[in-house]
């Protein structure tokens, strides 16, 4: 992407996040005066991260479908996150609220937050070549016994979520000090105390637009263009 | 705990997770080889990390208790864990197994695995004298505005899912750099990339021996036990 | 129970219900004239159903859990759904609350219907001798192939339950018209167009208090005390 | 649809379940000893139903999202129940199989049992001319106040669950004698012994092929299909 069509883009994507909103101003100054009042883990100024690559630079899936992704569903999530965080902050002060409608809204924070990360990381992996070093592939065997086994089941996850919800994630688990892969059915399910290595949405907006119901060419198309350097980075 | 009463006790732990292992030895030789092949992340010899503190040195929450929840709960997720991992190395292995059975086999993982990582949290941040120190105020304050709001959140959270299962988590999410709580409905549920700082367990084993549905008054108890030197070594 | 016993209990029920309700008249006033205005499916008058037998006369389950059960995990589910429905009202007449925080609302709602209906089934299907007739055992029998294969099951799903929360489910599938056990991890997960038959409750609440982490033992104990006369109308 | 072009229309179907079947005859023989064994509630032998409608005939959702909704993700979870109940008979005659093992396929089939109910629910009350009679009119409104309060918090719901998994339903909750609107997050999710009237689907693949992220327009669509005589006959 030039920086020009970034740009127009951005603006786009921002046009897109602005609609909807529907936030008047008074009310936003309220929430700001009672955020600050509960510092920054209610504060609702989470702005989204630009996707690091030309979307019209990946092989196998469109232009369109990225950009819906990225606007639709992590620019959604990130648009939810800042309303539940001012929410969070309201009904925690409010003495008359009883404990399990605030659950009700922390799970909500949960999944929002899990959709934002979760994403991030996702756009963060792709717009690569496809191909991975010998050393990526000597570190995954270490922890699967050979790359191909780490392949074959990460794939085998990713089928087995196909037609519903859900992340495959190569993950570090710093408690257990090994590289595994994890199966989560929606944003808040997830390895607990482990970093992100590799992950791949299989929430149907990730491919329905191109492939109907065929996830498995749509997994080909995520390996296909995996950016094996960003990925060795995170280990 | 004397050297001798743990040697005891673990002794005890030790016999009791035999009982119903159930596992000959030809059948454990032949995992062993097939997990071998899979590499660590289908290794089935995950073994229980001891209690960090003499559970008689707890006010307001019974040996007893404390010991059928590290003994059965505990120790029966690591039991789970290894049985599970070998169900999967031969699984994956089965060219005749359809992906969703695989998953439901990964579901299973992510449970018991997250069983082990949140006990092993929240034991290791139990045994000390519930009380914070000024600095530890201060770092808590710094995301929650003050360090009253953090405790009034953590304990609403915990209200909130009395009566049924799941965790109350102070994290470090190292994607948005900010201390957060987090409500999470079972094992499973978590917070992606975020360091566990503070954990406590709501499932009912936690708190029904003792005080039955009074959850509130384990919370007290809870917060009377936190070890506060060891919260601050996880930041 | 006698009448004057149960007279009694029912009292100190209800005294328990009142405490910590802690809504004042005036508001309940404001959310009654809101919920007429939204129908039924609103109402917040949901009135919790008596024990249908004396806690006293049940074998291997103490009167003190069975009453712990009753008062606080289903009289509090009761008090919890009405307090949702006025929520409810109130959030949809909201047009700058946004669907997603509607929808996390409607799930707590879902939680705590199931939570009291499958209690009213649970304590419903209890205060038996535990003695199956012969054509029970043989309907059962016409689903199952045995109905030694059924017990077998149920029991089953029970244990691998146990330790957690969870539901166990005899019900006859109306749309596949057959006979089904269902494994639910929670009060809102459930099979579609089933009529429950038998329901056993595997939260930690249904035990602990009795047998620890001995959960085989409470099977024991609730099959001991099976209504089977209740059972069999329900079919 | 003609009887010719329905006729082709099931035979590509049955065509499309046979590929990925992949199951030997001599395997699927071994099944049905085990299952005829295990009676009824294991049987493998469960068929689709057709579509009640030509696909062709409804306005706004083509026909290409229809047949791939029918074929792949309604006929995928046939073919899936099918396959873990065939498991279930196997793994519950094998003692060294621990219970929580069964209990993750226990889960498995509730989620694949629900899809296939939902779907048939969904696709029966398609088809129709979106026009709701002054008697249903009259009947909703008696449990929600007002049909327009039915249909703001039906859509409501819907909207909140845009952007992943899930269903709406409103059913007769046979317990409380009320129709309620429920929020459904996946097919295992549901309230306990209720009838369903009216279902829509919510998964992505049931309006991405046609609408990508732009759920309020399927919404539409879908309110001006509903075949009301059908959600009538239901009641």
């Known amino acids: 992407m030039t920086s020009t069509s970034r740009r127009e883009f951005l603006s786009a994507a921002a046009a897109t996040l602005a609609l909807g909103g529907g936030v008047e101003v008074a009310a936003a100054e309220e929430r700001s005066a009672e955020t600050s009042a509960h510092g920054a883990a209610f504060d609702d100024q989470v702005k989204p991260v630009p996707l690091p690559f030309d979307p019209k630079s990946l092989v196998g899936l469109s232009t369109k479908l990225i950009q819906s992704h990225w606007e639709n569903n992590y620019g ?23 404990p399990y409608i605030y659950t009700a809204l922390k799970r909500e924070q949960l999944v929002r937050t899990g959709s934002v990360v979760l994403h991030e990381y996702y756009f963060g992996n792709l717009g690569g070549s496809g191909k991975v070093s010998a050393d990526m592939r000597s570190k995954i065997a270490g922890s699967f016994g050979s790359f191909d086994t780490w392949e074959s089941e990460f794939r085998k996850i990713g089928q087995g979520l196909s037609g519903g919800s859900g992340w495959v994630m190569l993950g570090f688990n710093r ?60 280990l």
Chains 1, 2, 3, 4 share one sequence.
Do not use: C
């Open 175 to 234: 408690r257990l000090k090994l590289l595994e892969n994890y199966s989560m059915s929606d944003h808040s399910t997830g390895p607990i105390d482990t970093s992100p290595v590799l992950v791949m949405d299989m929430y149907e907006h990730a491919y329905q637009m191109d492939y109907g119901a065929a996830a498995a060419k749509y997994i080909d198309a995520f390996f296909a263009n995996i950016n094996w350097e960003t990925v060795a980075s995170r």
């Open 76 to 98: 959604g999530a990130v648009k939810a996150l800042n309303a539940i965080r001012s929410r969070l902050a309201l009904t925690l002060s409010d003495a008359a609220s009883p």
